[in-house]
């Protein structure tokens, strides 16, 4: 890849010194062994608009399974203490990294680029021959956002917390090469996971609205925390494909987005942050089909931007509502109940998950406010078909002093269950993480305290 700061002169407007070292940032290309056919990203659009489309894409797409494993004969210890020292190694390079953020020293850390992608490129963690040849049991298995995780998908998923570091550092400096660089970057991280760990096929299984006799499977942790940064890394490179004209890329990678928002649990519970990226990407879809003449997208993707606008509580751009009326003439559109403003595409189920109604905010202990310590609990708790949250422990937190407040908050929660057959059913295990942070200009609206990554 070519150094991606070539016209940084252009584009800096803080220091002269600030261009010197900007100049020596650098995005090289990861080397992943991408030897796999990526499936064509129309897919995720038909699942957002089926009743766009009269053909379908799936039997085009082969759902491959995880690669974990599926060569036993190979397994050797040899390999999995290789693995183990390339953690050691990156979770040092995660600590530095750290440190550099609390120091807010934006610039060394986007220095440190070219160091964490050849650390990768050495490692085990995105190596396909050695995923088929892994036994997680040799290496042992950790709690990571609440998920029983093992070694090698904790490993990737902390690379793209890393990869997202970067990215957050360069949308901080305002700087557009970088930005969208690292963007490609972690999403490229985003489609080895999904193609190699059988995260495409939850997909199938969940959106897909067809008839299947494929059996129904549940998402590897590393599919759900896989989901959190590929829906922000495929908006990013959306609306770059968007103001770069290209509206068809535009269509497809904001559908993707979309897609990915609603895949996990986390991004649910936060309903309303979530919202807003659904929000910003079916404007860009809508307003790109409207562009190439698509009159169904642009449509059905204007009329599900105000109606989520109104939920919002945001007054609809007149824009989007003459480009609506413009697709209208066009276009017939005919009821569908398979998308709402609360839940987005629906699943087979008709919803996703669980989805909260009610939640009170935590009491702030006086004693951890005063002293400005933060921190976070991971609840674990069942949901009755009534909504209400029963048996409610504490996983996991970073300072106990939190876990009380935290329980107490969590009793007045309301969720609205997930249906099977039209019916409301029961929840045996759901999980959901309090956060206690302080207020800060110095932090950003991603900010997350130490602990709770």
Known sequence: MQNIVKRISNKCFVTLILCLCLSNSKAENIDLNLDFK?????????????????????????????????????????????LERNSTILRDFQRKLIKLKQQNKLVEILQTGEEFINLINDSYIFDINFLTRYDPKITGFYSLRGYRIDMLSALQYTSLSIVNSYFEAAKELNNEDLIYEWAKIGFKLNRWINNRRGCLNFIDNRYSHSETNKKQTNPRPICNLNSLTESKFSEQIALYFMNEGDYGESIQLASLSLTSVQLTPESQIAFKSAAIQRLNNLARLAYSANQTENWCLSYEGFDRTIRLSKELNIKPLEVWINLKQRASEYYIPFESNLWNEKFGMASKEMRPYFFPIKQIPPEYPRSLLDRGVEGCVMLRFGITREGKPINIEVDWSTDKRFDRSAKRSAKNYVFSPPYKAGVPSAVQEARTMIVYKLASRNKGQGYIPAGCE
């Open 38 to 82: 990526d499936l064509n990203f129309d897919f995720y659009t038909q699942l957002q608009f089926p009743q766009c489309y009269t053909n379908s894409l799936k039997t085009e797409v082969d759902f491959e399974d995880d690669y974990e494993g599926t060569i036993p004969e190979l397994i050797n210890l040899q390999d999995h203490r290789t």
